[in-house]
């Protein structure tokens, strides 16, 4: 395993610009998320790295190698997609077999990594079957076994859990972010769950209209987003308008003081759980759901801005009630 450099990349389809000039390196060992909304380049992103796609301009670099212009075939990677793509006229084993034989791999060999594949993934039980006799996850499974056995120089993973059913993908998620990190599989995961790239990623790349907003830790995107876009993408943000003089932040109802480094007009982002509830504002419940251990609230402050917020489930509330909030000044990101 090792890395992967994305130099420049520009992939243009006549008019439509997929990717925008897109720097990036999937450092070796680990799992770079992709996300963003629907359209915005993840995809031809990741085929670009594969070989489907040549790029219009910029380099793909595998450990400095330059492999713009290598056929898939000739570049070892593992794919591992929605729809399994599992063969059904084989066995879950032939399955797994696959691309060992496709490079030859004598057979001995061959079955010594794929019966330590198989029993790596929870799977040896099914060796036998035919893929489409297993559930949806055991078959993700299987994708995965298949993937990883050629011992791929970049394992890409395009949305591998769609379809599953909540429980499972959050299960599978613990499983498989855990594996990969144990098999430091260099990898590449393209989601448009952001939960999910949170959870099994180490980085993740925030994607908008082709281009890069920001490339951090999943901390690091949440607690710090550059923009408005990444503090709305990624998890749900309240992003309200003021103005700061000497690092003063005036919402217009309410003045907090923070170390602000911005002055003048601006757009600030507070995250659902930095507005307490118990506080100095009064704000009025428009939207009160109730989710078991919380309840979400949409609640219009003092001007009639509403931001959402989180109570203990314990507590019920209903439209039109008044509750007293507070903004923790220290949590604020000046977005704009
Ligand atoms: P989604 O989350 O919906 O899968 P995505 O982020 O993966 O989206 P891409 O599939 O990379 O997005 O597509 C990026 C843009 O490039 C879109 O506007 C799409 O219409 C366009 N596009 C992708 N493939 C082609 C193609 N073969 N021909 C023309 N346009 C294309």
Redesign the pocket.
Known sequence: MSDVTLESITKA?GD?T?VDDLDLTIRDGEILGIV?P????????LRTIAGFETPTAGRVLFDGRDVTHVPPERRNVGLVFQSYALFDTMTVRENVAFGLEMRDVPAGERRRRVDELLELLDIAEFADRRPRTLSGGQQQRVGLARALAIEPHVLLLDEPMTGLDAKLKTRLRTEIGALLADLEVTALY?T?DQEEAMAMCDRIAVLNDGHLEQLGTPADVYRRPDNAFVANFVGTSNVLEGTITDGRLDLGFTELDGSFDASGDVRVAVRPENVAIGGPLEATVRQATYLGERTELVAALPDGTTVTLRANGDASYTRGDSIPVAIDADRIRVVE
């Open positions: 389809y439509d997929a963003g629907s359209g915005c380049g993840k995809t031809t992103t393209v448009h």
